[in-house]
């Protein structure tokens, strides 16, 4: 099947969980077709009340995303560009399901702005992160945005400023990955994570990432208040934390029912 005639985000779900490919390989360019295609996947999967966890991943070996399409900077269409871009990484932050960016190869530019708009990020030893876009004149809106709140502003400066490649190494040493698996190993990892966040109650995971998320946007004080009417008006109404607590004190394994 030629790249023109293949579909640009193919979605797979499986119980609790859900899978985005960015399916345009070698690169998993982002283009408006791409990018339209994937704020509808997302849309749809926000309103799945099953859902748990979502990962989002790269088609082919070589990339997880190399960016968003150079010819859709043009002032024709770079408004439809970054409504798009920046419409996804929303729609992966506002997801009530904890998004997982699985990360091999090139995540560079409008790729590492989305793979960083998830929750978590697992990526290979070979993955290799970078915001070149000072390199054709032009910065990325959505980690001068994000970044500073992740690294501080004088390291995100760095970043856009020279436009470096992180290795993975040092994108888990800053903080930017949560784990890191061998080359090769990415199907292995995923797996991993995915057992071992959906062996928690989907009610409980969704609700700490509408606390962090309120942690993420306000001030402490306002966040606080947030985080506490959130544990005491939802949490507490939640059948698992009753089974949670139940099990505990009875010393066996919850059975959770996800509500």
Partial sequence: MSTATMTPVLVERAGRTATLTLNRPPLNILDLDTLARLNEAIAELS??????????????????SAGVSVQDHTPDKVKAMLDGLHGAIRGLMDLPAIAVAAVHG??????????????LVLATDDARFGQPEIEIGCYPPAAAALYPRLLGPGRTLELLLTGRTLACEEAERLGLVTWRVEAGGLDLGIARVLADLTAKSAAVTCLTKKAVRAGRDLAFPEALRETERLYLDELCATADMEEGLAAFLAK?????QHR
Wanted: glycine share 18%.
């Fill in 47 to 64: 309103g799945d009340a099953d859902l748990q966890v979502v990962v989002l991943r790269g088609a082919g070996e070589r990339a997880f």
């Fill in 252 to 256: 066996r394994k919850p059975v959770w």
């Fill in 106 to 119: 090139h995540c560079l530019g409008g790729g590492m702005e989305l793979a960083l708009g998830c929750d």
